[in-house]
């Protein structure tokens, strides 16, 4: 058999915008694609866009809440993500015999054997969203008016790409609304319009689209359609490669309607299901949109945009 390598234009502006990064040293490669070091210049990057988005939602006066990048596995078991990503769900998995099996493994680490069979799947799974871990501490009786979170932390999704843009561990920034139906609409709706307006003031040529998430296989298909149908999704998108590609998503406002609350059973002060909603915005893939716009050195980027950043 042999290998069909077909490599489209878009794919070689995809590389050569890699090429860009790891020649100015924005980012690092290792052995697997998607999984990179990143600069200090990068990070400083990052830094002035999480103060930016803070400042910008402020007025919603979110509680502040940090989870690590790994949670609960029964907490994983409620959200479904199994059942609709399994391609992309991450789970940590540890050695719990004893001696006998260790040196079993061992022995066939030495024979150049897999040993990962020895391993079982540890009580955490790698966080795919970063409001995850939030909605399996919200069980109960919501306050009035519902609860806003402000949230930061890394998300793990096994998608393996050489497209700078698709990294398989990424940070993200969301504020999660909970609360009943008809706010987590308008909180989802205003609080787009806000994300737009933060996004375009650096600069970037945003556009707010319908979207859908990846949902696997052929029962995946009809969520795909359910989704785009009822507008549950919003990504803003910013085109990096011309004519080539239509935009990538750098954040998305999401209207989870009681997909996680019924699953936490989270309820409103009226005793019904309450909603959530949640705009997230994607740190490096905002990072990487802006250096693809005003280019490698941030001494040379727009005067208005280093001070948004505090750069
Ligand atoms: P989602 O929950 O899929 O809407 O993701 C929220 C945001 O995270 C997206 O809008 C992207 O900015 C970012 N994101 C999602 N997947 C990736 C990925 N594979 N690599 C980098 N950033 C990502
Ligand atoms: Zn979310």
Same mark, same amino acid.
């Given at each position: 058999?042999?290998?069909?390598?077909?490599?489209?234009?878009? =794919? !070689?502006?995809?590389?050569?915008?890699?090429?860009?990064?790891?020649?100015?040293?924005?980012?690092?490669?290792?052995?697997?694609?998607?999984?990179?070091?990143?600069? +200090?210049?990068?990070?400083?990057?990052?830094?002035?866009? $999480?103060?930016? #988005?803070?400042?910008?939602?402020?007025?919603?006066?979110?509680?502040?809440?940090?989870?690590?990048?790994?949670?609960?596995?029964?907490?994983?078991?409620?959200?479904?993500?199994?059942?609709?990503?399994?391609?992309?769900?991450?789970?940590?998995?540890?050695?719990? $015999?004893?001696?006998? !099996?260790?040196? @079993?493994?061992?022995?066939?680490? @030495?024979?150049?054997?897999?040993?990962?069979?020895?391993? *079982?799947?540890?009580?955490?799974?790698?966080?795919?969203?970063?409001?995850?871990?939030?909605?399996?501490?919200?069980?109960?009786?919501?306050?009035?008016?519902?609860?806003?979170?402000?949230?930061? +932390?890394?998300?793990?999704?096994? @998608?393996?790409?050489?497209?700078?843009? /698709?990294?398989?561990?990424?940070?993200? /920034? @969301?504020?999660?609304?909970?609360?009943?139906? =008809?706010?987590?609409?308008?909180?989802?709706?205003?609080?787009?319009?806000?994300?737009?307006?933060?996004?375009?003031?650096? +600069? #970037?040529?945003?556009?707010?689209?319908?979207?859908?998430?990846?949902?696997?296989? /052929?029962?995946?298909?009809?969520?795909?359609?359910?989704?785009?149908?009822?507008? #549950? *999704?919003?990504?803003?998108?910013?085109?990096?490669?011309?004519?080539?590609?239509?935009?990538?998503?750098?954040?998305?406002?999401?209207?989870?309607? =009681?997909?996680?609350?019924?699953?936490?059973?989270?309820?409103?002060? =009226?005793?019904?299901?309450?909603?959530?909603?949640?705009?997230?915005?994607?740190?490096?893939?905002?990072?990487?949109?802006?250096?693809?716009?005003?280019?490698?050195?941030?001494?040379?980027?727009?005067?208005?945009?280093?001070?948004?950043?505090?750069?």
């Amino acid at each position: 058999m042999t290998d069909v390598l077909v490599s489209t234009p878009l =794919d !070689e502006a995809r590389l050569a915008f890699r090429d860009e990064l790891l020649e100015s040293g924005m980012l690092v490669a290792t052995s697997v694609p998607g999984i990179y070091g990143r600069s +200090g210049d990068f990070e400083r990057i990052v830094t002035g866009l $999480d103060t930016l #988005l803070g400042e910008s939602f402020a007025s919603l006066g979110a509680t502040v809440l940090r989870f690590p990048p790994v949670y609960p596995r029964a907490d994983f078991e409620r959200t479904d993500y199994i059942a609709s990503f399994p391609d992309l769900s991450g789970i940590v998995s540890s050695f719990e $015999d004893g001696d006998r !099996e260790h040196r @079993e493994l061992l022995a066939a680490r @030495e024979d150049g054997h897999a040993w990962d069979g020895w391993l *079982k799947p540890a009580d955490v799974v790698l966080t795919n969203a970063i409001c995850h871990p939030l909605y399996a501490t919200l069980e109960g009786t919501l306050p009035e008016g519902g609860s806003v979170h402000d949230l930061s +932390g890394y998300g793990f999704r096994h @998608e393996p790409s050489n497209d700078p843009m /698709r990294l398989q561990s990424f940070r993200m /920034r @969301e504020f999660v609304f909970a609360g009943t139906p =008809d706010a987590a609409q308008l909180y989802r709706d205003t609080w787009l319009d806000t994300s737009v307006a933060v996004l375009a003031s650096l +600069g #970037l040529a945003v556009d707010a689209v319908p979207a859908n998430d990846p949902f696997f296989g /052929r029962a995946g298909k009809m969520l795909v359609s359910a989704q785009l149908r009822e507008n #549950l *999704k919003v990504e803003i998108i910013v085109p990096l490669y011309g004519d080539l590609h239509e935009g990538t998503a750098i954040a998305s406002a999401n209207c989870q309607r =009681d997909h996680l609350t019924a699953a936490f059973d989270i309820r409103t002060t =009226d005793g019904e299901i309450a909603h959530g909603a949640c705009i997230a915005f994607g740190m490096e893939r905002t990072a990487l949109a802006l250096l693809r716009t005003h280019g490698m050195r941030l001494d040379a980027w727009p005067v208005d945009v280093r001070a948004l950043l505090g750069l």
